[in-house]
Each structure stands twice: as structure tokens, then as C-alpha cells.
């Protein structure tokens, strides 16, 4: 039996379980964790292990400016990144500038690009989020898009890869894609037995679909083994509504 920290929120007097946050300004796990676009910094008590990246183009919100790799100011911009884990769970999230519907630039339209995962940190994307697809985790065979195909720029191939294109296995996720805090907020909870089994590494990269903007991070794992006993409830002021118990089926043989 595994329990799921951090998903359910009391928001506006709605509880909100798994699935698409009740509220355009909600968040699947962000909120819980006392994050805002002024430090992106979050305050996650207990066990839960989390790492953090930000790269926030604070020039101006509304002027273009260079991101790095591209240029396309705030409405380009990729602000953070965050992975954690309970021992149960990876949380991945990416926050941004670049919204639900995407972008368009001449002729072309751009969607946000998926979340690549490498387990171990040995160089190889071995799954994805694909948010084009409700947040649904691809592995196996993955293979990967990049900025060069339909004659968009590489910006020198930082921002490789953009999207997974095809894959051989599949598993559904706690997911969202919502507007959060005058940015928009990708978030997902993914069960690591879907992944193989906790790991004491994990590395993120992502970038939206015409590659302007990267988030990579990197997290080693302490204590890769989750310890239910020391789990705590994550409230960040909002007050957590309950615990997401999920029961797997016992199947004999």
C-alpha cells in the first residue's frame, strides 16, 4: 500500500485527488510546497528529498530579451524546475512562461515540449512525460525530437531533446498543465514502480516545442528506500484534505 504526499488539496473548499486541479489558478503539488515566481524556492518538510533548478529571465515580463539558447523573453521563458521524492513516488515539475495552448510564429505553432527523465544520470533519457498526451509516461525505445526537425533553429543543440515521438511502453500519471501564479505550472506524480523501482539518482530536461528555453537538473537520492513510518503531511498553509491510498490488485497465480 503506498501513500501519495502532497496531491490532495483543499482548494477553495473542493478536494481535489489525483487528476486536473479543481482551480485554473491550482496546482498539483507546488502550492503545497510554498512556492511562488518571487524566489521559486520551495520549503518541503519531512523526508521528501528535493532538488531545484531556476532559471528565470528577469529582464522584463513583457519586452523580448536573449533566454539562452534563444531569445523570446517572458513569453519563452522556461523559470524553474523541480524533482523530489518520497521513496514511493518521483515528483517532477516545470514552471514557465509558455502556455497551455502554446505559440504561435508565422506559420508554425509550438507546443510545449516533453519532460525527459534519465534515471541514474548515465546520459540516456530512458522515459518522458509527454504533455502533449495528458502527462502519460513513455519508456522504452524511446525516440526523441529535436530543435533542427521542421526547420526550427538547434540553438546550438541545448535544447535537444524537444518531444518523444515514439515509445513501447506507457503508463498514466497524476498530471497537470494549469495556470499558476502568473506563470503556468507542468506538473506530475509518477509512480516509480513504473520507472523500475526506486533509483539513487535522477536527472529532467526540458524545453518547449521550438527549443528557446532549457530547465536541466540533476537530484541524488540519500535514501532511495521509502521509510512510511517518518512520511509527513505537506500543508504549506493550504491544508492537505486526505492521503491518495492506492491498492494494488493481489493476483494468484
Not at 8 to 13: V, Y
Not at 166 to 186: C, D, M, V
Request: aromatic share 10%; glycine share 14%.
Amino acid at each position: 500500500m503506498k501513500r501519495m504526499i502532497g496531491v490532495g488539496l483543499l482548494l477553495g473548499g473542493v478536494v481535489a485527488l489525483g487528476g486536473l486541479p479543481v482551480s485554473a489558478q491550482a496546482s498539483l503539488f507546488l502550492d503545497s510546497w510554498g512556492v511562488d515566481y518571487d524566489s521559486w524556492a520551495p520549503s518541503v518538510p519531512g523526508p521528501m528529498q528535493v532538488s531545484y533548478t531556476v532559471e528565470d529571465w528577469k529582464v522584463g515580463d513583457n519586452s523580448d530579451g536573449y533566454l539562452g539558447p534563444g531569445w523570446g523573453g517572458q513569453a519563452y521563458d522556461a523559470e524553474a524546475s523541480y524533482m523530489a521524492t518520497d521513496g514511493d513516488y518521483l515528483y517532477v515539475a516545470i514552471v514557465t512562461g509558455f502556455p497551455l495552448s502554446g505559440r504561435n510564429h508565422g506559420n508554425d505553432h509550438y507546443d510545449a515540449g516533453d519532460i525527459a527523465l534519465d534515471i541514474d544520470n548515465d546520459g540516456n533519457y530512458d522515459f518522458a512525460v509527454d504533455s502533449d498526451q495528458s502527462g502519460k509516461l513513455r519508456g522504452g525505445s524511446l525516440v526523441w525530437q529535436n530543435p533542427a526537425i521542421n526547420n526550427a533553429p538547434t540553438w546550438g543543440g541545448a535544447s535537444d531533446p524537444l518531444r518523444v515521438t515514439s515509445w513501447t511502453t506507457t503508463a498514466n500519471t497524476q498530471f497537470s498543465y494549469a495556470s499558476w501564479e502568473g506563470r503556468y505550472a507542468i506538473e506530475a506524480v509518477i509512480d516509480l514502480d513504473d520507472m523500475g523501482g526506486p533509483s539513487s539518482s535522477y536527472g529532467l530536461h526540458w524545453t518547449m516545442g521550438c527549443g528557446n528555453d532549457v530547465l536541466e537538473d540533476q537530484m541524488m537520492v540519500s535514501n532511495p528506500v521509502p521509510e512510511p513510518a517518518s512520511l509527513l503531511l505537506l500543508g504549506g498553509g493550504l491544508g492537505l484534505a486526505g492521503i491518495l491510498r492506492r491498492r494494488r490488485n493481489q493476483v494468484s497465480a
